[in-house]
């Protein structure tokens, strides 16, 4: 059975940093792609970043240029976010997409306040 565990989330101050990362375990085949979504308080779940095997990378507007999405040779995806802003705050849900599946984590708390 795949499973996607999330880690790194926490509070922060606003213009700080967090880095997100997502293991993927029991997992026999590298994702076609891999992303990171969020969903904030009465708020739809909303795509944060994305990274396709070949390391084609997409990003929302609202994060250019602070968000910076890379995985290894495995299945494991990073989310490195600095300039952290209020806005940003939400859970954080890694995604792995398979041949014919996806896949989602249970999602980390990322709370930016001072």
């Known amino acids: 059975q795949v499973q996607l565990v999330e880690s790194g989330g926490g509070l922060v101050q606003p213009g700080g940093s967090l880095r997100l990362s997502c293991a993927a375990s029991g997992s026999i085949f590298r994702f076609v792609a891999m992303g990171w979504y969020r969903q904030a308080p009465g708020k739809q779940r909303e795509l944060v970043a994305t990274i396709t095997n070949g390391g084609i990378t997409n990003y929302a507007d609202s994060v250019k240029g602070r968000f910076t999405i890379s995985r290894d040779a495995k299945n494991t995806v990073y989310l490195q976010m600095n300039s952290l802003k209020s806005e940003d705050t939400a859970v954080y849900y890694c995604?792995?997409?398979?041949?014919?599946?996806?896949?989602w984590g249970q999602g980390t708390q990322v709370t930016v306040s001072s």
């Open positions: 995604h792995g997409r398979g041949i014919t599946t996806d896949y």
